[in-house]
């Protein structure tokens, strides 16, 4: 079956900029979304198709998808953006998530 | 605006089975298709598998087969997800979410399910 690795925690001084990776076989081949989870909260996404963000999403947050490697990328990290994201991607017929990055706002 | 409202939290034994309801407004129903996802706190997400309400068609994880279902009722735009057979590890937050195209766009706030004896 079809894994996503994701570093468990990533810790970001405020208004820098955080980088949190989904690592996958030949990942680039597939569209990568990603949501944020802040906690008791049901998920929301981020950033859809590598690249998109829904609307009322900031533009300081993006993504990107090459190869093994989809990036999500938080500039400016704001004390709001503390929260647990994911990546997911389909493999077939199946939904595959990634293990979620804590992201730490210093 | 489109929302989904799910059912409140459930208390179950093991060896029971419960059933989930996860109400829609604000979109077509059978347009598109409701995944249901869970995660125990602190932990991933975990995928469980689809429905689609045009035409009831469900597609379940491995994970799930043989004591998981999935329905619908067009009149009152619901899905709904039972899972029989509970397991203490079972416990978790179930969440529906609305599919558009190929991530989801919109996601209920989430059923706690406690499984004890």
């Known amino acids: ?106 | 605006q489109v929302q989904l409202v799910q059912s409140g939290a459930e208390v179950k034994k093991p060896g029971a089975s419960v059933k989930i309801s996860c109400k829609t407004s604000g979109y077509t129903f059978t347009h598109y298709v409701i995944h249901w996802v869970r995660q125990v706190p602190g932990q991933r997400l975990e995928w469980m598998g689809w429905i689609n309400p045009g035409n009831e068609y469900t597609q379940f994880s491995q994970n799930f087969q043989g004591r998981l279902d999935m329905t619908r009722d067009t009149s009152t735009n619901t899905a709904y997800m039972e899972l029989s057979h509970l397991l203490s590890e079972d416990s978790a937050v179930y969440f529906c979410a609305k599919d558009n195209g190929d991530y989801f766009d919109f996601w209920g706030q989430g059923t706690q399910v406690t499984v004890s004896s």
């Open chain 1, 1 to 106: 079956s079809y894994e996503l690795i994701q570093a468990a925690s990533v810790s970001v001084g405020l208004g820098q900029t955080a980088t949190v990776t989904c690592g996958g076989d030949k990942i680039g081949n597939k569209n990568v979304h990603w949501y944020q989870q802040k906690s008791g909260l049901a998920p929301m996404v981020v950033i859809y198709r590598n690249n998109k963000r829904p609307s009322g999403i900031p533009e300081r947050f993006s993504g990107s998808n090459s190869e093994n490697t989809a990036t999500l990328t938080i500039s400016g990290v704001q004390a709001g953006d503390e929260a647990d994201y994911f990546c997911h991607v389909w493999d077939r017929t199946t939904v595959v998530f990634g293990g979620g990055t804590r992201v730490t706002v210093l």
